[in-house]
Nanobody, 116 residues
């Protein structure tokens, strides 16, 4: 059973914007913190942003001021609004659901490419 379904990746020019979406199973969305990770070729997967059920957020230093994570509880969906994109933001972006003491859930990944 697919728990997390991502959408919204693509090719964008430097300085452009994209919005990623992650639709979660209702139970997952209710009890888990939601986040976005990314993995560039040859690099480790890294946290981009996280949001908990109280809407507290955490961002990687590299995206602060450019990316915004948000959640729509009515739609069981978490979003990542990415502005002022840079070539170094190019990566596969993964949606993540985390709950201490429980296994993480991961989306299938969506490619974001920033290039002119």
């Amino acid at each position: 059973q697919v728990q997390l379904v991502e959408s919204g990746g693509g090719l964008v020019q430097p300085g452009g914007s994209l919005r990623l979406s992650c639709a979660a199973h209702r139970t997952i969305f209710t009890f888990y913190d939601m986040g976005w990770y990314r993995q560039a070729p040859g690099k480790q997967r890294e946290l981009v942003a996280r949001i908990d059920s109280g809407n507290s957020t955490v961002y990687a230093d590299s995206v602060k001021g450019r990316f915004t994570i948000s959640r729509d509880n009515a739609k069981n969906t978490v979003y990542l609004q990415m502005n002022s994109l840079k070539p170094e933001d190019t990566a596969v972006y993964y949606c993540n659901a985390n709950r201490p003491g429980w296994l993480d859930h991961w989306g299938q990944g969506t490619q974001v490419t920033v290039s002119s």
